[in-house]
């Protein structure tokens, strides 16, 4: 399986960017997928989170009322939907596949170590 994430940018403060995960080599249904972004020097965090099995979602608490996972299978593309973004939103955002696709504690369930096929990221830079 392979990931390239795209639809980073600049964006303003309030402002909406939609980014996008294409997946190649395997369908939506055999794997979960998840978004992480990491700001250089910090640990890479768990954004929001899909999985394969039964489309359930997960948004980490910085994610909560601004961003939204979703999926095309027809597509086999998973997107983030950004709202409402922040400077310290910005940050480069990496989607990647996870093998467990159901069954997720709400602990794991967005784990950067539960993740194991990474795409390159897409930097989102948030200023005025």
């Known amino acids: 399986v392979q990931l390239q994430a795209s639809g980073g940018g600049s964006a303003q403060p309030g402002g909406s960017l939609r980014l996008s995960c294409v997946v190649s080599?395997?369908?939506?249904?055999?794997?979960?997928i998840g978004w992480f972004r990491q700001v250089p020097g910090k640990e890479r965090e768990g954004v929001s989170c899909?999985?394969?099995?039964?489309?359930?979602?997960y948004h980490a608490n910085l994610a909560k009322g601004r961003f939204t996972i979703s999926s095309d299978r027809a597509k086999n593309t998973v997107y983030l939907q950004t709202n409402g973004l922040k400077p310290e939103d910005t940050a480069v955002y990496y989607c990647?596949?996870?093998?467990?696709?159901?069954?997720?504690?709400?602990?794991?369930?967005?784990?950067?170590?539960?993740?194991?096929?990474w795409g390159q990221g897409t930097l989102v830079t948030v200023s005025s």
């Open positions: 080599g395997a369908t939506l249904d055999t794997y979960s």
């Open positions: 899909i999985s394969g099995g039964d489309g359930r979602t």
């Open positions: 990647a596949a996870g093998l467990k696709t159901t069954g997720w504690s709400t602990s794991a369930f967005c784990g950067v170590y539960e993740y194991d096929v």
